[in-house]
């Protein structure tokens, strides 16, 4: 028989009320368009199960012409009404990959007020006609940071130091602050102070016109995109486009809607080249705030129509200062600078960090500072791509671009001290200073004012991280990856971090997912090579050598004379212990990748003396790391070998001393995870 479908549902405040078509919460009815009701109604008519994109799409448009934006910003719409917050939601779960999934709190499965009447099943819930729309909704030392993975200190050299969010107006600021003197410092502002916008229908300018369907199309598409971003207001389809063909002018328009901004645009279209025209206006005066053109060629309208939609929308949203990179963090208004801090960013999240890309990055930073120089953000950008460039060279080619740096930092220390840049410049000092519990204090104040992604948590999860907290560490990074699934640098860091918690099949289906994901392999593959050589993986013995094989292709940063050394041993363990061995004899064989990989082979291969011995070659080679003031990335090397026993080791204990960890234990009563005082002077881990 085919399931009942509820003709109520009610959950706490909210309540869906199926047979009438209407939503409330907190007794107060939430204006919904029909389509935007019918996609609620076909999810939470079926809680639990998940509904793919398309699945949706043909269920409640039957697919026609609809692009995939067109259920973002209905999605968005619902969790506005249900007064969801799409990074913690309660109700409506994005399944990334996948499509959106209506789930009922366990309280509701209990108790939920749910009255059914005997009907067709869910998936037959009926859909509307289109109706009128309702109203829419790191001195250098801080950059030897986060872009790097948790493992080699040597390449823990950049830092991204952006913030992506949403936030009001405050794109008049002509200073490096990056805290509005007017805006409150509240990123879910009023509806009443967000900027307000209405987009227009473009006109079709082509001679035939016989481009209406793509004019109407490229503003709805944009509408739509526009109408994601919670800091601005966008004025729904039905009264924006009632004004076409009404020839009344833009201040008229404009008050009519009670916006601040209006979006205008033409198609003309000339045999199989399109050139689309776009501006914004300020509503009071006509006055004109932006405005591009785009020239295509016709072959795919529908991703044409995609991608410039795609190109206004967020330029529209840098220029209005709602863009996720705005001035009130420190950000710009310039959408030229946007775009290369977008580049930027995109080369780091794919794990790229071979010296083309550092060049290529330190370039786009110099044009970022160059095209805005108030920007906080693309300043920092610069230090990072300095302290990273300088990585790459010898000392006498790196050195000024390190005084670069450091000078880069101290202007915005100076320029902008109240900036979270700034401050989260002062965490890194202290915990170089020793000041451990003061500066993970501010870190996560930092990362606690601010939305939860990867430029805001990353400094405080290292600090963590350092300090043994592994599984605090992994929440965190499992929350950031929810945002940006598609990252493979997030997926590469969570693949050491589940191994350093000795969550070896978690790192494996990790590792099988960022397969597919755009980027270097080169981190995922030596993570998933030490755990094929410590028997942690289900994978054939043949793929050993090809994983050893990816490692030393070209480019390669395993390109290290023990790294070479080891591919002629590599199926005999005696022979990899002997090379480990005799390698730690050499007096030449200093920190590094190599005293790295060393450490973990032989952690792998079960040998806690040799582990533990690579390991105090690799920490003394850090600066500061005798005087207690090494920077929190190198310190990642205590957590990163799990195999051998090693945490157990009485020279890992000198080592834990030595570098002030068990100080900060003591102090803070934050054990690292596995490790625990005995009595009042001694302590163990394992």
């Known amino acids: ?12 405040d909210v309540v869906i009320d199926f047979a009438g078509r209407r939503l409330s919460r907190a007794g107060r009815e939430q204006a919904l368009e029909p389509k935007a009701f ?79 009447t005997e009907s067709a099943a869910p998936a037959a819930v009926p859909v509307p006609p289109p109706g009128p729309a309702g109203p829419a909704a790191h001195s250098a030392q801080p950059d030897a940071s986060a872009n790097r993975p948790r493992r080699r200190p040597r390449l823990a050299a ?13 794109w008049l600021l002509r200073d490096r602050s990056g805290v509005s003197k007017s805006a409150s410092t509240d990123s879910a502002s009023a509806v009443g102070t967000r900027p307000s916008l209405a987009v227009l229908p473009f006109d079709d300018l082509s001679q035939t016109r016989d481009q209406d369907y793509l004019a109407d199309g490229l503003a709805e598409e944009i509408l739509n995109q526009l109408a994601q971003s919670p800091a601005l207001r966008v004025v729904g389809r039905a009264s924006s486009f009632s004004f076409e063909d009404k020839h009344e002018d833009v201040p ?18 000339d045999g199989d080249q399109l050139r689309v025209s776009a501006q914004l206006l300020r509503a009071d005066d006509g006055s004109q705030l932006w405005s591009q053109v785009y020239a295509r060629r016709e072959r795919d309208v529908f991703a044409v129509q995609e991608s410039i939609s795609r190109e206004v929308a967020q330029a529209l949203s840098v220029t209005l200062d709602v863009a996720k990179f705005n001035r009130e963090q420190g950000g710009t208004t310039n959408v030229q600078a946007y775009e290369r801090y977008l580049r930027w960013r995109n080369i780091a999240m794919r794990g790229q ?106 400094d405080y999860a290292y600090m963590i991280y350092a300090m043994g907290r592994l599984d605090e560490t992994i929440q965190l990074v499992e929350q950031v990856r929810a945002i940006e699934p598609m990252a493979l640098f997030l997926s590469r860091d969570l693949q050491f971090d589940y191994t350093a918690a000795r969550r070896f099949q978690d790192a494996e289906a990790e590792y099988q997912r960022g397969r597919g994901l755009d980027g270097s392999q080169q981190d995922p593959d030596y993570v998933a090579f030490i755990r094929q050589l410590a028997g942690k993986r289900t994978a054939p013995p043949q793929a050993l050598r090809e994983l050893y094989r ?64 690579a390991l105090r070659r690799e920490l003394e080679a850090q600066p500061g790391f005798k005087q207690g003031a090494m920077a929190q990335f190198p ?27 068990v100080d900060y234990w003591r102090q803070s009563g934050q054990w690292g995870d596995g490790c625990k005082p005995l009595g009042a002077q001694d302590f163990e881990c394992r």
């Open 1 to 12: 028989m085919p399931q009942p479908v509820p003709s109520r549902l009610a959950i706490d």
């Open 38 to 116: 019918a996609v609620l109604a076909l999810l939470a008519a079926t809680p639990g199960r998940a509904f793919t994109r398309e699945e949706i799409l043909d269920e409640v448009w039957g697919h026609r012409h609809v692009t995939q934006g067109v259920l973002n910003r209905i999605m968005s719409l619902l969790r506005q009404a249900l007064g969801e917050d799409a990074q913690h939601p309660r109700l409506l779960h994005t399944v990334y990959g996948v499509g959106y999934r209506f789930d009922l709190p366990a309280s509701a499965h209990a108790g939920a007020d749910v009255t059914q």
């Open 158 to 170: 950049v830092a991204i130091a952006v913030v992506l969010v949403s936030s009001g107006s405050a």
């Open 252 to 269: 008229t328009i404009g008050q009519k809607l009670g916006v601040d901004y209006l979006l205008a645009g033409s198609v003309r279209k």
């Open 353 to 458: 960090f071979d010296f083309d890309q550092d060049r290529e990055r330190l370039q786009l930073a110099r044009e970022m500072v160059a095209i805005d120089p108030h920007c906080v953000l693309c300043a920092d950008a610069l230090a990072v791509s300095l302290n990273a460039m300088a990585q790459e060279l010898d000392d006498t080619q790196g050195d000024p671009l390190r005084d670069e740096a450091r000078q880069v930092r101290a202007d915005i220390a100076r320029t902008a001290p109240d900036s979270w840049v700034a401050r989260r410049d002062r965490s890194n000092a202290l915990w170089r200073e020793g000041k451990r519990a003061e500066a993970i204090a501010l870190a996560r104040q930092i990362m606690e004012s601010g939305p939860l992604d990867k430029e805001r948590v990353w």
């Open 550 to 613: 990816r490692l030393r292709g070209k480019d390669s940063e395993f390109d290290t004379p023990f790294f070479h050394d080891l591919g002629a041993v590599l199926e005999n363990r005696t022979a990899m212990l002997a090379l480990v061995r005799n390698a730690l004899a050499d007096k030449a064989t200093r920190g590094g990748p190599d005293a790295y990989v060393m450490t973990n082979v032989a952690d792998a291969l079960g040998d806690a003396d040799l582990a533990v011995a």
């Open 635 to 661: 310190y990642v090397a205590f957590w990163n070998s799990p195999y051998s026993g090693l945490r157990a080791h009485p020279q890992f204990k000198q080592l834990l001393l030595q570098a002030g960890v």
